[in-house]
């Protein structure tokens, strides 16, 4: 039977690894992401997973590693935040170029300078033109559920893409909350055994990885890598569907909120929306017509699947926890290209929120609501993009 515990978001997340038991995971401790990998450090060091441990001087040398790791013909993991998700740039292009599918765990945390530890999204909104599918959660209960799902879709046949799993520093990571952990049994057979495809150490079909490519042909080879993309809307879906099947939770490419009457509608990443339905909750007490999206699958981004969930809307309120200095925010951008192409489409506002681990409190959720509610009133706009919580 499932087991219901209070758990961290790291303990959830470090329980995922140790019963999806991958053959090699590379570790270097940043926090937020430090407690995990010192639990899954911990599985190691007792014999409770069969994972070859490597320990690295940098999350450039980590994701190095994993790569070889993969390309060998390896299932493999590791964990990374801010900083550290920074320093493997390079490598997670290798990483998607090589089509290996690494699952990696993003404890979501900010960029510096100034040097910041707390929870904001500008790692991953960095990383997300690197070709990796990404997957974000707003509890310790959906990090744990990605986690697993996301090796059956990085490894899918059609996909062998790498997959990060995003969940908010600390708000998620060091917070207790409930969560209902499968069996180990039913997450051995859900991931099932590895298969690898074109592993390097068959040296009976000897291959290269990473050759020099010129002009003549890397073109072709990055729209194939784009097509590979294409299918992973459907992988999400098809794994959801099994997914539903252990452990009852249903998973879609993103959460639509009390959407299908709402005139006006949030929508917002990870932990943030479990605050904001609460405020959409009340709002709906009030008579007012409100309503949420919360993205889970942001790389490929469900532009046709956003714009259908979204265009009955009056007005609608793009909540961003990173910038894009002297832009929109990212997540702003994406859902302005989804609702472009309709003739008739909601006015689209952006709210920077959060910056740094700035608390998101009801009051702010409420304050953009009551605005949206002017805006649909009106038509008219005071100011596109506004930063929100912030002390002049």
């Not at 509890?139 to 990060?164: F, T």
């Not at 708000?171 to 051995?188: C, F, Y």
Request: hydrophobic share 45%.
């Amino acid at each position: 039977m499932a087991r219901v515990g209070a758990v961290t978001g790291n303990e959830a997340v470090a329980e995922a690894l140790r019963q999806i038991n991958p053959d090699v995971c590379a570790a270097y401790p940043i926090t937020p992401q430090t407690e995990l990998m010192q639990r899954f450090a911990a599985f190691v060091a007792n014999g409770k997973v069969d994972t070859e441990l490597i320990l690295v001087e940098s999350e450039h040398s980590a994701m190095s590693a994993c790569i070889g790791a993969a390309a060998a013909g390896g299932r493999v993991a590791t964990a990374t935040c801010g900083p550290g998700l920074a320093l493997m740039w390079e490598m997670l292009y290798v990483a998607a170029g090589m089509r290996l599918p690494i699952f990696m765990a993003v404890v979501n945390r900010a960029l510096s300078a100034p040097l910041n530890i707390h929870g904001d999204h500008s790692d991953a909104m960095g990383a997300r033109d690197a070709g990796w599918v990404q997957l974000w959660s707003e509890n310790a209960q959906e990090a744990y559920d990605n986690m697993i799902q996301a090796v059956r879709i990085a490894e899918h046949m059609d996909v062998r893409l790498p997959v990060m799993v995003c969940y908010d520093g600390f708000i998620i990571s060091h917070s207790i909350q409930r969560a209902e952990l499968l069996d180990d049994d039913v997450v051995k057979g859900f991931v099932g055994e590895y298969k690898p495809l074109n592993p390097l150490l068959d040296i009976d079909h000897p291959k290269s990885y990473g050759p020099l490519i010129l002009p003549d042909e890397y073109h072709e080879y990055k729209r194939a890598q784009h097509e590979a993309m294409t299918k992973v809307k459907g992988v999400v879906l098809s794994v959801a569907e099994d997914f539903a099947r252990i452990s009852g939770r249903r998973y879609g490419l993103f959460e639509a909120y009390r959407l299908d009457d709402a005139e006006v509608g949030l929508v917002v990443l990870n932990s943030a929306a479990g605050t904001a339905k609460d405020v959409v909750d009340a709002f709906r007490e009030r008579g007012v017509k409100a309503g949420l999206l919360k993205p889970r699958l942001f790389r490929p981004f469900p532009y046709e699947e956003v714009a259908a969930a979204l265009k009955g809307l009056k007005a609608v309120a793009v909540l961003d926890r990173a910038d894009s200095f002297g832009g929109y925010g990212p997540v702003f951008m994406e859902i302005a290209s989804a609702l472009y192409p309709l003739a008739e489409r909601p006015v689209v506002i952006n709210k920077i929120y959060g910056l740094g681990g700035r608390d998101f409190l009801p009051d702010h959720a409420a304050a953009v609501l009551n605005e949206l509610v002017e805006i649909a009133r009106t038509g008219r706009v005071r100011v596109a993009k506004e930063y929100i919580g912030v002390r002049e």
